[in-house]
């Protein structure tokens, strides 16, 4: 139970991150909006880190493969395209699509067993409930 209200607070946290980026970058410039995302999440994880974990970043050195080390250039990306999204598309629509690119590729990783993950097995089940996640924005956005 506490794994899905995380869920839901991240979900939640992420559709106003995007708002509020949206808005920063309309009064200054995407790639300057983007850098202060960045920046302001580097500083709040610092902090945190100081107050209550301590672990040593030396561990970072010991991540393998090293390419998992890439997330951090995921997430400058990841500002921009939500950025994008939303300036053109309005936070309802861009945030659904969004949901279904993640829920697409996550389970795309997960039947194939990539990135070391346990290979899944096919569901039409899962598969039903992508393509009913897919009407569902047909759905909504669905104008008269």
Same mark, same amino acid.
């Given at each position: 139970m506490t794994g899905i209200f995380i869920a839901l607070i991240s979900g939640a946290l992420m559709s106003l991150q995007g708002v509020f980026n949206t808005e920063v970058t309309k009064q200054s410039s995407i790639w300057v909006s983007a850098s202060w995302v960045q920046f302001s999440a580097l500083v709040t994880c610092l902090v945190i880190w100081a107050a209550s974990d301590r672990s040593s970043f030396a561990a970072l050195m010991k991540v393998s493969p090293k390419y998992m080390m890439l997330g951090g250039l995921f997430g400058a990306f990841i500002t921009y395209t939500v950025i994008q999204s939303m300036s053109s598309l309005g936070p309802a629509?861009?945030?659904?699509?969004?949901?279904?690119?993640?829920?697409?590729?996550?389970?795309?990783?997960?039947?194939?067993?990539? %990135?070391?993950?346990?290979?899944?097995? %096919?569901?039409?089940?899962?598969?039903?409930?992508?393509?009913?996640?897919?009407?569902?924005?047909?759905? %909504?956005?669905?104008?008269?």
């Open positions: 629509k861009a945030t659904m699509l969004i949901v279904i690119a993640q829920l697409t590729v996550s389970w795309l990783v997960e039947l194939m067993g990539m %990135f070391g993950l346990d290979k899944g097995t %096919f569901s039409w089940r899962k598969l039903m409930g992508l393509l009913v996640a897919v009407a569902g924005v047909v759905i %909504f956005e669905w104008e008269n």
